[in-house]
């Protein structure tokens, strides 16, 4: 299984507090496209839904990309490790399920960084909104249609 350099790591040290802001990341498998299509990107998607439905997390914007996604979110309840087994989880059963594969989906671990008070919240959203177009999937953030944010 490959993983980021250090991934196993990423966990030491976390500290999850409701209300807090954290920008999260996590990476397909062996960076494995597979949300390069709506239909699945769609999957992560309602996986973020679902997750604002049961109150753990309030998403503030969000980019599904091929093979990763960045979730801007306020923490609420959960931790945020259950938040992202739970998310993970999800999208790997759906998606599974959907391909008619089995495996994981996901690397392990994810990314997390708490956001500052100082920090400006929506250019901290555009700066995840505009992923697709710094990795030239589009042109326009318009024509690329996995992403949102609270502020549009």
Known sequence: MTTLPHSNQLRFGRYSQSGQIYLLTAITRDREPAFGRFETGRLVVDAFRKAQQEQFAHSLAWVVMPDHFHWLIELQGIGLSKLMARTKSRTTVTFNRLMQRQG?????????RAIRKEEDLQAVARYIVANPL???LVEKIGDYSLWDAVWV
């Open 104 to 112: 994981s989906l996901w690397q392990e671990g994810f990314h997390d």
């Open 134 to 136: 710094r990795a030239g």
